[in-house]
């Protein structure tokens, strides 16, 4: 009985895996061992790395290497309990005061990642009765956020605000309260959301408006972020700042109630002291260093140049290749060349723009951008 339903679960992945073969659309994890100035060895070769989101290179950063390996001695390697146990550790508190200062809000909450982040809170901010309004492109976990809360969820097209109002005029009425939920800088695109836009439609709709930052924080605005009115300020330590966990900023009862209703931040072990104190150190070099938080924008264009494209607002150039078997193509030749520029394909990014997704950093030398656009424009050329 046991045998014959592991046969039947093992028939059922080897289906769908198929299924997704079939479709050039299997994925699969290579071991990849990263470096600094984005060099990554992977198969047993060196290249340089034009996929990671360590867009100021503080992964590698020495004081933030050295924060994380002080937190490990002080504190131990977990926090050994949630945050509303014991593993409220000194840190986490310093990272809290930290990010809201650097946000300029009330009061913030860390979580373990920027996907609990999204995916926990959004729960939190509306439920059944209430309307949910998303950016078409926004990230995964920001749906998953929206179909946990049992809130009624449209889809708005990407960055039109015309769109936009006209679902709010359309439904706003009918439900107590509205989220309006996008990103700062939309993470395969590499595009900015008009968020003044958006603030007045929040604010004439009488709608909350929750901003998801990743992509933003460290490039974007001398390094702070995307600014206006935003009541919900989502970010996370992964990118930029090169560590884990994420947060939100915001008024303090919208953290109060947070840290009372998040299942994603009560029902889980706190991010660990290391990953705490390697944020908060990525967090001082920003402040202290806002040039560079230019250079991964200036990396961008300088590529952008090069290969004429359109001049990209952050630190993301997506090269759009239609097909999940185009982009792959492409990204193994690039990889045969020493650059690894992973294929993103659906459902990451919307059926028939499966693409190279270029992410700059300032650690990138530039030499290495401009070989980079050099390999590009041959393969154009095939
Ligand atoms: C826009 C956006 N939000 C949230 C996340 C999730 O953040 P994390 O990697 O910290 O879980 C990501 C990254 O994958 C992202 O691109």
């Not at 200036?298 to 759009?320: H, M």
Request: glycine content about 10%.
């Amino acid at each position: 009985m046991h045998k014959q339903a592991m046969t039947s679960l093992n028939d059922f992945a080897e289906q769908k895996l198929a299924a997704l073969d079939a479709m050039d659309l299997r994925r699969q994890t290579i071991v990849t061992a990263r470096g600094a100035a984005q060099s990554a060895r992977r198969d047993g070769r060196d290249g340089i790395s034009f996929s990671c989101n360590d867009y100021l290179g503080l992964s590698q950063h020495p004081a933030v290497k050295a924060a994380g390996i002080k937190a490990i001695q002080d504190y131990g390697a977990g926090a050994g309990a949630s945050q509303l146990v014991t593993g409220h550790h000194p840190l986490l508190q310093e990272l809290e005061q930290k990010i809201t200062r650097f946000k300029g809000t009330d009061a913030a909450a860390i979580f373990g990642s920027g996907y609990l982040t999204n995916m926990g809170s959004i729960p939190v901010f509306a439920g059944e009765g209430d309307l949910i309004l998303l950016d078409e492109l926004s990230h995964s976990c920001l749906f998953t956020g929206a179909q946990l809360s049992n809130a009624a969820g449209l889809t708005f097209r990407h960055n039109d605000m015309d769109h936009l109002n006209a679902l709010l005029a359309d439904h706003r009425k009918a439900h107590r309260n509205a989220l309006i939920v996008t990103e700062g800088v939309f993470s395969m695109d590499g595009d900015l959301a008009p968020l003044e836009r958006i603030g007045d439609l929040a604010r004439h709709y009488e709608a909350w408006l929750m901003v998801d930052d990743s992509h933003g924080v460290g490039v974007t605005g001398g390094g702070k972020g995307s600014a206006g009115n935003i009541p919900v300020r989502m970010g996370t330590f992964s990118k930029a700042l090169g560590s884990y966990g994420g947060y939100i900023a915001a008024d303090q009862p919208v953290i109060d109630l947070i840290k009372n209703r998040c299942r994603s931040l009560i029902y889980t072990t706190a991010l660990p002291p290391a990953s705490a104190a390697a944020a908060i150190a990525a967090l001082d070099i920003i402040t202290d260093d806002p040039g560079l938080c230019a250079e991964p924008n200036r990396k961008a264009r300088l590529f952008a140049d090069q290969v004429c494209l359109p001049q990209p607002a952050a630190a993301i150039v997506p090269i759009i290749l239609g097909t999940p078997e185009r982009a792959l193509k492409a990204s193994r030749a690039l990889a045969e060349q020493g650059f690894l520029v992973t294929a993103i394909r659906p459902p990451t990014v919307p059926d028939g723009t499966a693409r190279l997704r270029i992410a700059f950093s300032a650690a990138h030398r530039d030499e290495d951008v401009l070989a980079l656009a050099g390999a590009i424009r041959k393969l154009a050329r095939i």
